[in-house]
Structures are given as C-alpha cells and as structure tokens.
C-alpha cells in the first residue's frame, strides 16, 4: 500500500468495508425470527469450542503463557538498563576501567563517585568506585561515554535489597574472577535484541 | 427384570452412608475449587496454582488453614442470628439434597456386616424431595443478604429471589416430561427406565437442555451468577462474609453442582447403568464429571448475563419452551 493511499482524507472516495448489521427488528414477528435465528446459530458452541481449542493447545502444543517468574525468567533486551556490571579484560582477568572519570563526569544525577591513584607501574588504578543508586536514574550516559567499554548496563533488574550497598561497591559490580568466562560482552547502544528477528510484526497500518 | 434381594437396610448403615457422603462430597467440592482453578487456567493457556505442593495440589490445604483461621467478622448493624445461621442452611439444604440421591454403589462393610445403601433414604418422591430441598437453598442467599446491613447484600438478595424463584418452575417443568414418561418419582425408577432402552436425553432432548439451563441458574453458575457477580455487586450475599461462613456458602454451591450433575446423569443421561464394557459406577463417577467439567468450561466460555436479560430468558423463552415440551409428550404418550 503506497503512501498516497494513506494521506487520502476523502472519506466519499475510499473503500470502506461497511458492517454487515441487520436493522433491529419493528414488528412482534421479526422480533421472534430474530430470536429463533439466534437460539440455532451455533455461536454459543463456536465459544465452547474456541475455549476447548485453547486448552488443548496449552496442555499439549506447548502454548501455555505462563513464565514462573522467580524461577522461569523472560530474555531480557541487550538495550535494557538495569544495575551497572563491572567488565574484565578477557585474557588477563584485570579490570578494564581504566580511571579516566568521564562516567563520573557525565552523571547527570551525580551518583557516581570514583577516586583513583598511580600504582607502583605508574598505572592508573580505581581505589575507590561507587554508584549511588538512590540517585541513579539509570540514564545510561556512563556506559555510553566509557572509552574501555568497562561499565555496561547488566540485565540485573531485581534492584529490591536490604542496602543499597549491596549493589553500589565496585567489587559488587564487577564480574567475579571465577566467572570470567560467563563474561557476557555489551552490544552497545543500539543494539537489537538476540530474538529480534522473531519478534517483528507488521505495523498495523499495513493490516 | 429380575427382583434382586437386597439386604436390609439398617440405622448404621443409613448413618455410615450419611457420614460418607458428608465427607466424600465436601472433600469433593473442596478439590472442586482446585480443578476450577486449574481448568478455567487452562482455558486461558494460564498454569494456575503451582507453588503449594506438586501442581499446586495442597493448595486446597492452604485454601482450609486460612479459611478456619481467618476472623470470623459479624459486621455492627447486621442482624447477628440471621446472618450466623445463613450459610449453615446453605451447606445443610445442599447435603440434605444428596440424601436422597444415589451417589456411590451399595456394599457391605466386611467383618461388621452392615449393608451401606447407595441411596441415604430411598424415597419414593426422590426427585420432588431434591429439587424442593435445593429451592429451600435459596433461603442461604436470601437471608444472608438482608441480615448484612449492607446495600449489595441486599442487591444480591433480591436477585437471589428473582433467580432461584423464576428458574424452580424451568426446572420443575423440564423435569415434568421425564416424569411423565416414567411415571415415578423415584431416582431408582428412573434408572431402571434407562436400563434396556434409550437414555432419556434422546427422547427429552428439549427437557434435557432447559434442565441444563436452569441447573446453571440453580447453582448460580456462570452464565447466571447475578448473585455474587463482583463487577457488578462487589460479592453480592456475601460480602460481608468472611472465613468459614463464606467457606460455607462455597461449599454448598460446590455441593448443589454435583447434586445438579447426578440429578441430570440419573434422569437425562442413562444413570448408572452398565454401558457397552464400562460398568454403572464408572459411568456415573464420568457422567458427573463431564457435568461439573461443563459446568466449568462454560464460564470460561461466556459471558454473563444481566438480570432482566435473565428474567426475559426465563418467562418468554424456556417457560414456554417447557409448557409446550409437557403438552407434547402428554399427546404423544396418549397417541401411543
């Protein structure tokens, strides 16, 4: 269907599927033919059957809907912003972030707070990292900014604790040395979802 | 037909079926709620309970423990002996129903011998006896709502009274041609009717589905749950219920589904007779199931219907329906 189809406001001159709805009945008669019709029309069993149908294909085509949440998650988005994860150089295990402070500098809403020193290589090492995540408004600017691509957004969207200190230290955050392998690497901003292809549909427009 | 000798029946046996059919057929209805549950899920590709127990089977004990625990709250204004004794004769009438109504084969208890009957009490005016005891049912709504000081309590009462007294005379004469054609009250009579020819269904099909229609009215199902409808009167009677006396109403609405589904597996769908290699009693165990699964599977069919729509479908449609059904069976059986 090409653009001009749509921009065509002229009611007169469109093809309009009108509904096909009957008058209501006038006379004593046609009110009972109405009646009559509608006891036989089989729709009260098209219902039963539909109900039937989706039973079956629940129980037995593997249709059910349900996700058991605290045990069953859905995929989540790569986009999604949630608890920040900490990354780790793949060969070496190190941290990545490499104490530049742009994260700290771009927080719009000034939760993070970092404090760096030169090791004994003269190399930049984080002493102290902390994201206050009562301020967070997980805007997702310090993962863009960061030039290691070490602070990402990670999928953690349980934020519900005791502390807020349980989500906010750097070694919270940061992928445990024993887990390096189950490292997952951030697609970026912009980045489409594993199943994106699956979930495209039509727009209704084209309906 | 052969006469076979029957045992007497004696007080013990009368009392131990009585017990039973108490415990058996409240456990029933309570496990009724849990495949209600489960059923009406499935419908909607849901999972249902799942957590207590495997597949959520304990649920049911969980849905007890906070029933008998919960506060038992009489609200200020409500008249207090009315509303106390309202769900009791709820649950009572829909036990005393199934009195006289075969539910379980007859056996002998070993070592004791005492003869258990099928039937509590056989009486020769069965169906009369259960149907009228399943009107008086409607005293539990009825009362319940006009004792609880409460505006939908009193909404739900007078649709209590609109409903139950509109839909005794569908089922009474729906009933009527059956009766007419066995010329018995008698549940037994029915049965036996049924034995060597056609189930009844076939020659009373009119009957069968104004049964049907008014047994979900009676037991305030689905398509006719004005009573409690909570869109429309937050819980209707029983709003101001809490606890075991809500349990109790429950209960009896669960209990008068199954009397409904014997009732209509006895006189409409061929009893407990022998079919094909089934024997009687697994036909009848699936006879009620299939009513009570219906029962179910139309309320997560369809939709509802509003009081005056109930009211036009009873007077203008079904009674007339039944009147002419009784007048042509009546010619018919003169005829032949």
Redesign the interface.
């Known amino acids: 269907m090409s653009l001009e189809q749509f921009k065509n406001r002229n009611v007169g001159t469109q093809n309009y599927k009108k509904l096909d709805l009957e008058h209501s009945p006038t006379c004593g008669w046609c009110q009972f033919k109405q009646?009559v019709s509608r006891?036989f029309k089989p729709e009260?069993f098209v219902?039963?059957w539909?109900?039937?149908r989706?039973?079956g294909?629940?129980?037995f085509r593997g249709?059910?809907?349900?996700t058991?949440y605290p045990f069953e998650k859905l995929p989540i988005s790569p986009r999604y912003r949630a608890i920040h994860d900490m990354l780790r150089l793949l060969e070496s295990g190190h941290y990545r972030c490499i104490g530049c402070g742009l994260c700290e500098k771009i927080c719009i809403s000034n939760c993070i707070s970092m404090d760096t020193r030169y090791d004994e290589n003269q190399r930049k090492e984080v002493s102290e990292y902390t994201i206050n995540f009562g301020r967070c408004i997980f805007c997702g600017y310090c993962a863009e900014v960061c030039p290691e691509l070490a602070i990402v957004h990670g999928p953690r969207y349980e934020t519900a604790s005791e502390q807020r200190a349980s989500f906010s230290l750097f070694e919270d955050m940061l992928t445990p040395i024993d887990k390096l392998n189950l490292q997952q690497e951030y697609d970026g901003f912009g980045a489409i979802s594993s199943n994106a292809d699956e979930n495209i549909k039509k727009t209704p427009l084209a309906y | 037909m052969e006469a076979t000798i029957l045992p007497e029946v004696t007080a013990a046996g009368v009392i131990i079926k009585a017990v039973l059919i108490l415990a058996v057929i409240s456990a029933i209805a309570g496990f009724g709620t849990f495949i209600e549950r489960k059923i009406l899920a499935f419908m909607q590709r849901r999972l249902g309970p799942m957590h207590v127990g495997p597949h959520g089977l304990l649920q049911l004990a969980a849905d007890g423990i906070k029933l008998f625990t919960k506060e038992d709250i009489i609200p200020q204004h409500a008249n207090k002996v009315v509303f106390a004794v309202a769900p009791a004769i709820t649950a009572a009438t829909a036990f005393i129903a199934l009195a006289a109504v075969p539910v379980f084969p007859d056996f002998t208890i070993p070592f004791v011998d005492i003869y258990v009957p099928s039937i509590a009490s056989d009486i020769n005016v069965g169906i009369l006896f259960v149907l009228g005891m399943m009107a008086a049912g409607l005293y539990g709504p009825l009362l319940a709502g006009m004792a609880q000081a409460n505006k939908w309590g009193i909404i739900g009462s007078a649709r209590t009274a609109i409903q139950f007294l509109s839909y005794e005379v569908i089922t009474g004469l729906s009933i009527l041609a059956p009766i007419m054609m066995v010329g018995s009250l008698s549940f037994v009579d029915f049965n036996n009717y049924q034995t060597d020819g056609l189930w009844m269904v076939v020659y009373q099909p009119v009957a069968f589905v104004l049964f049907i229609i008014a047994g979900f009215a009676e037991t305030n199902r689905t398509p006719f749950d004005l009573l409690e409808h909570e869109a429309e009167v937050i819980s209707g009677y029983a709003t101001e219920y809490s606890g075991m006396r809500w349990g109790m109403f429950f209960i009896g609405e669960y209990a008068n589904m199954i009397t409904i589904g014997v009732i209509a597996a006895v006189v409409f769908l061929g009893g407990y007779n022998d079919f094909w290699i089934f024997p009687g009693w697994l036909m009848i165990i699936a006879k009620i199931a299939f009513s009570f699964f219906f029962m179910l599977w139309v309320r997560a069919a369809w939709p509802h219907v509003r009081p005056d729509q109930l009211m036009w479908l009873c007077w203008k449609v079904l009674m007339p329906l039944a009147v002419i059904n009784v007048i042509i069976t009546g010619i018919v059986m003169m005829l032949v």
């Open positions: 009646v006891t009260l219902g039963l539909v109900t039937l989706e039973m294909n629940a129980l249709k059910m809907h349900t058991q």
